[in-house]
């Protein structure tokens, strides 16, 4: 295919252009390792842009004419203008576009200036009418995932797409917006990278950081759906508040489909055309499909067999420790004939790819699946550039379990005065620190969390105007909430540090669209969640795998931590550096493990509580560049683990 995936970097607004520019060259040349371009290249600039006006930097392998004559003609840059690539970036694998518009031809007022580079490789990106920048996490362009775009000749707009496969970050500086693909990007543009305590206490409840929000303060991002956009005043030079549009809301129809067959044989359509709209592109090359034996993952490998595309599938294998679903996936690929490559999750596997997987998240992820997913990306990246998953089954049909919740619901409806709302019910799906506050942090946060109410961030997710019927309200939420801001831009993160391109056959709009006409029964039918995909695809896959009950991937994140973890943990959590960072409580980790932290965290619970502050800690190190303090050794976890526990039982007889 020749091309990898790319990040970008960008800025527009009112400022001084050799400041911006020197700020550009800066934060390009001091790029991470984890972020750094192909160096080496040589530059080509095409002779049909010379004299356009066109500014960028390093090597530029596939800028093509379109991307400026598509602009509309107030856009139109200024002719005449010599290249201006900065000396010490030529090589370094950074392509950029640029304008600089000087005065308006109407009038004698300054225009915004802007430049857009890219960083990484890719041979075509085409861009639509108006965009300076575009990224896609499938390399399918037609619909981009996250878009920058110039509107008349003072009108910035940063927009995403509604499945929330790649995110978008902004910030302000002055009266310049600077806008990337990723947030590492944008950390050099500020003057203090200071940790957001909002972001911090949404963290801690939902194991991502909800959107708007960053876990930096004044770095903000794109909703999923949404475009945010700028207006410039002329005559002032100043920009106006963005104003936020909705471009996409899940929304229940008013008439619902109740017919199985007719439902049964409209989606066998829509799940076959979604896998053609993916594979469009493709030639003879193979492709890798994540296989967890699960339902979803099935359905995609067996659509892509049909489909006449050279398949091999990467599962998971968590050995004696977790919960085996080898014997699933293998099933699976001996039906469809298809190759299995099995990799193999040990605590040292994990160990040594933790900090690579929280530098390639960009983002705190406390999911204890993300550093197995970055091995199996890994091992796929070594045969194919093209990776399916079956991300996003879950949230379409009503998967995981509503059950509770839908009792909850029912209960708020007949006790509307009841001790808990429908939202503090969903929040503890979740299964976080929500609720245990008072016991977590420190006094300061403490007192600043008061003003917070993570309910907030469930509110338009859980919209009855949008939804009136309760599971369709609950698989808008997990849309907008677990898809859109956790699962979807994760595995597109882990994908492009791995120069893969992700393609979710589920996130597909027409067919998550048509699945809002679904009434409930068809979704959910007595115990049987997902019941007409399954009816759907009974055909497809053996019975075993289509009709057993689903569970959850069994990551042994309790047994790795209090046992091939655990003098670790006093490295990761160390009382001392909590101390000093002033938000946990510095002992912590060891009232976790005694059991003390909350009845409700035991048994699996422990390990997913002390990963989330784990990879909390991780990402403030290793993303933030915190400088950390000196190690204490007033914890267990400097002693043998028996040699603990024997103390711990002589201590309280």
């Known amino acids: ?85 900065p000396p010490s970036l030529v090589g370094k694998g950074v392509r950029g576009l640029g304008l600089k518009s000087q005065f308006s031809p109407q009038e004698n007022y300054p225009l915004p200036i802007w430049n857009v580079v890219y960083i990484g490789l890719d041979e075509n990106s085409p861009l639509q009418q108006n965009q300076i920048a575009a990224i896609s996490a499938s390399r399918l362009f037609t619909s981009p995932d996250a878009w920058v775009s110039l509107q008349e000749n003072n009108c910035l707009i940063l927009g995403r797409e509604p499945f929330g496969k790649v995110p978008l970050y902004w910030t302000q500086q002055e009266q310049v917006i600077w806008f990337a693909s990723q947030l590492q990007l944008l950390l050099p543009i500020l003057q203090q990278s200071e940790v957001s305590i909002s972001a911090l206490y949404g963290y801690s409840c939902f194991s991502y950081v909800p959107t708007p929000l960053t876990p ?48 049964i044989t409209e989606l066998q359509t829509l799940l076959k055309d979604s896998i053609e709209r993916r594979i469009a592109d493709l030639k003879d090359e193979p492709v890798g499909v994540f296989l967890s034996g699960g339902l979803d993952s099935s359905v995609v490998a067996a659509l892509l067999v049909q489909a006449g595309v050279k398949v091999c599938a990467y599962t998971l294998d968590f050995g004696d420790a977790g919960i085996s679903e080898y014997p699933y996936s293998e099933q699976v690929a001996q039906f469809l004939k298809i190759p299995l490559v099995k990799v193999a999750v040990t605590p040292t596997s994990i160990k040594n790819a933790l900090i690579p997987t929280v530098q390639a998240l960009d983002l705190p992820f406390a999911d204890g699946v993300c550093v197995p997913l970055y091995l199996l990306y890994q091992r796929a990246s070594q045969e194919t550039q093209v990776i399916f998953n079956g991300e996003g089954g879950d949230q379409l049909f009503a998967g995981w379990t509503n059950k509770p919740l839908i009792a909850a619901g029912v209960y708020q409806a007949e006790n509307p005065a009841g001790q808990e709302t429908f939202s503090q019910q969903y929040l503890r799906t979740f299964h976080r620190l929500g609720g245990y506050e008072s016991q977590v942090y420190q006094p300061d946060i403490y007192a600043q969390i008061q003003n917070f109410h993570p309910e907030d961030w469930l509110l338009t ?6 939804c009136p019927s309760l599971l369709h309200r609950l698989r808008r939420a997990s849309l907008m909430l677990k898809g859109a801001q956790n699962i979807h831009p994760r595995a597109t993160a882990l994908g492009f ?9 589920f996130c597909d709009l027409p067919l998550a669209e048509w699945t809002f006409r679904l009434s409930g029964e068809l979704c959910l039918q007595g115990a049987c969640e997902k019941y007409i995909l399954k009816r759907a695809v009974e055909n497809w896959l053996p019975p075993e795998i289509v009709w057993r009950q689903k569970r ?79 190690q204490s050794w007033d914890h267990p976890f400097c002693l043998p683990r028996w040699l603990w526990r024997n103390y711990k039982i002589i201590r309280n007889s």
């Open 1 to 85: 295919m020749g091309n990898i995936p790319h990040h970008f970097l960008g800025y527009w607004g009112y400022g001084a252009q050799q400041e911006l520019e020197a700020l550009l060259s800066s934060v390009l040349e001091n790029l991470s390792p984890n972020l750094s371009p192909t160096r080496g290249e040589a530059l080509n600039f095409p002779p049909s842009l010379v004299g356009k006006g066109v500014r960028g930097l390093g090597n530029i392998t596939s800028v093509v004419s379109h991307d400026l004559e598509n602009l509309s003609p107030n856009l139109s840059p200024k002719r005449g203008e010599a290249l201006n690539f």
């Open 216 to 263: 930096v303060n004044e770095v903000f991002a794109v909703a999923a759906g949404t475009e945010l956009v700028w207006r410039s005043n002329y005559q002032s030079g100043k920009l106006q508040t963005p104003e936020s549009k909705n471009i996409h809301s899940w929304r229940e129809t008013p008439k619902q489909l109740t017919d199985e067959t007719t439902a």
């Open 497 to 505: 540090a791995h120069g893969l391109w992700v393609r979710s056959p």
């Open 552 to 630: 959850g991937m069994g990551v042994p994140l309790t047994s790795w931590c209090l046992n091939d973890f655990w003098h670790q943990m006093g490295i990761w959590l160390n009382p001392e550096i909590l101390r000093a960072n002033n938000h946990f409580y510095p002992h912590i980790a060891a009232q976790i493990v005694e059991g003390k932290l909350g009845a409700a965290i035991q048994g699996r619970r422990i390990g997913e509580t002390l990963w989330l502050l784990i990879m909390w800690q991780l990402w403030r190190s290793h993303v933030l560049n915190e400088e950390l303090s000196k």
């Open 461 to 466: 997710a859980l919209d009855r105007n949008e």
